[in-house]
């Protein structure tokens, strides 16, 4: 079974400072792809960025970037210019072409410093 | 409707009593998942249905658990004899394909169930 594992139950980043957070995955499968996912106080899921395996280039959303490692099955997310609004929980999730779920990790709770 | 609606918000229930749990997805997705978050913890699939499909009833924890959909329109989660392990936040989700096109699953904003 895959697996996704976020080794930062909780990270803290100054307003306009740069932050990464770390997922790693394991999987035997070379068709896949990979989210972060958004979650704040409402509740509601909000994916931030997506990144399909076969693509070597690294997803990059407005100041939201990965850096994809497919050999070491790594998936960091980097937050640049940390806003308030920025504060959720951030959930990696893997999704394999040939199944029909998200397979999510456990979380990494983001606290944003004025 | 112009997202997933979930009803109830949240649901107060005791030990042993049956709750309904409801998803309005987006109309048109053909696709519909039902995720349990426990306090502090990540998103445990549970259910997914497609379409017509038989649903893939997998991650569904005990016999307890059931879901029903008709079509593509609502969907009901359906917990028997709620346990206080039961206690969770349930998220639902639509799309109108699966992930591995330009399409992303669209969740709602989840049923906090507290049992007592």
């Known amino acids: 079974a895959q697996t996704v594992t976020q080794s930062q139950p909780e990270m803290s980043v100054q307003e306009a400072e740069t932050v990464t957070l770390s997922c790693t995955y394991d999987?035997?499968?070379?068709?896949?792809?990979l989210f972060w996912y958004k979650q704040p106080p409402s509740r509601q899921m909000i994916l931030v960025i997506r990144q399909e395996a076969y693509k070597q280039q690294n997803a990059t959303e407005n100041r939201f970037s990965v850096n994809f490692q497919k050999a070491a099955k790594s998936f960091s997310l980097k937050i640049s210019d940390s806003q308030l609004g920025d504060a959720a929980m951030y959930f990696c999730a893997y999704w394999e072409t040939s199944g029909s779920r998200l397979t999510f990790g456990e979380g990494t709770q983001l606290t944003v410093n004025p | 409707g112009a997202g997933v609606s979930q009803s109830p918000s949240n649901k107060v229930t005791e030990k042993g009593k049956d709750v309904e749990l409801r998803c309005d997805p987006i109309?048109?997705?053909?696709?519909l998942y039902w995720y349990r978050q426990r306090l502090g913890q990540g998103l445990e699939f549970l259910i997914y249905?497609?379409?017509?499909?038989?649903?893939?009833k997998s991650g569904l924890p005990s016999d307890r658990f059931s879901a029903e959909r008709t079509g593509e329109s609502v969907s009901t989660l359906t917990i028997q004899r709620t346990q206080q392990e039961d206690s969770a936040v349930y998220l639902c989700?639509?799309?109108?394909?699966?992930?591995?096109?330009?399409?992303?699953?669209?969740f709602g904003s989840g049923t906090q169930l507290s049992v007592l």
């Open positions: 999987t035997s499968e070379s068709d896949y792809y």
């Open positions: 249905f497609q379409g017509n499909s038989a649903p893939d």
């Open positions: 989700a639509s799309s109108s394909w699966a992930v591995t096109t330009n399409e992303k699953l669209f």
């Open positions: 109309s048109g997705h053909t696709a």
